[in-house]
């Protein structure tokens, strides 16, 4: 984009896109956030010294910070001297699953009016998928499913988009704590089965539920790339509209919306519908 200065005078662009930086209380904060998502990418717990060597922040400044969150109940301290992600960090990330599900509405319109078919939006939450948005088709038969609906990630498209890329030990330990079971016979009920599913989820690009999580129904689904929090979002109908041909015509148009509302999100401003 062309771009023109009064003056011949250099720039510094970093300083003109963060002005806000040189305040001690706003870099505090930045470092405060950045110390949590340290702790989130760490499981939720950490030492002082392994939050250091990550930040590059020296110790004195990291026990500030993490004393103040503690104080806040945004991070506690375990008996270890560890410290662990607090429980207010629940309420936070409950209300922002709620506003992602009404910024994402807009897309999931879209994707009902390319396709006919009833579109969502889920969330992995621990072991289990959340859907945190739906947009109904206008189809008299549609799929429906209830907002904050919870189900298991091996019998759903979306639980295959979202598991995708996670390490196979990672899939195999979740598998073993929430089980498998059978919502039809065409439930994928082994391990090696998941896996194999999910390989195909990546040599393709896209995830099916073929009759997995209700006789009848057929779902498409592609992850969101580089979301906030792991998303993906999908489409559901009879499987006698959600066809291999139409699978052909659907899957272009998801994989265009997910791109577009992960750049969206990417925004510091809420997404326009």
């Known amino acids: 984009m062309p771009t023109s200065n009064a003056s011949s005078a250099p720039v510094n662009t970093d300083a003109a896109a963060k002005p806000a930086a040189t ?11 950045d110390l949590l998502e340290r702790m989130a990418d760490a499981g939720g717990e950490v030492g002082l010294s392994e939050l250091s060597a990550s930040s590059g922040l020296p110790l004195p400044t990291i026990h500030r910070l993490m004393r103040t969150l ?18 207010r960090l629940i309420r936070l990330g409950e209300s922002a699953s709620r506003l992602l599900g009404t910024w994402a509405r807009p897309y999931l319109a879209r ?9 969502n939006m889920a969330l992995l939450d621990g072991d289990e998928i959340v859907y945190v948005a739906q947009v109904p088709s206008k ?54 089965g998941f896996l194999d599913a999910l390989e195909q989820v990546r040599r393709a690009g896209y995830a099916v539920d073929d009759n997995e999580q209700e006789i009848g ?22 499987a006698g509209r959600v066809t291999e041909a139409a699978t052909e015509k659907i899957v272009p148009i998801l994989q265009t919306v997910a791109k577009e509302l992960s750049e969206a999100l990417a925004t510091t401003s809420a997404p326009q519908s």
């Open 139 to 192: 189809h008299s038969m549609r799929m429906f499913t209830e907002v904050g609906r919870r189900v298991l990630p091996h019998s759903t498209g979306v639980g295959k988009a979202l598991l995708a890329n996670t390490p196979p030990e990672e899939v195999r330990a979740l598998l073993a704590r929430t089980g498998m079971p059978a919502a039809t016979e065409k439930t994928i009920t082994t391990p090696e």
């Open 23 to 33: 305040s001690g209380g706003v870099q505090s904060l930045e470092r405060a956030f």
């Open 70 to 87: 503690v104080a806040c109940g945004y991070v506690r301290q375990q008996p270890n001297r560890r410290y662990a992600l607090g429980p």
């Open 217 to 238: 129904v057929r779902c498409l689904a592609v992850s969101v790339p580089d979301s906030p929090t792991a998303a993906a979002i999908s489409i559901s109908g009879p």
């Open 111 to 119: 994707l009902v009016e390319e396709t006919g078919e009833t579109a």
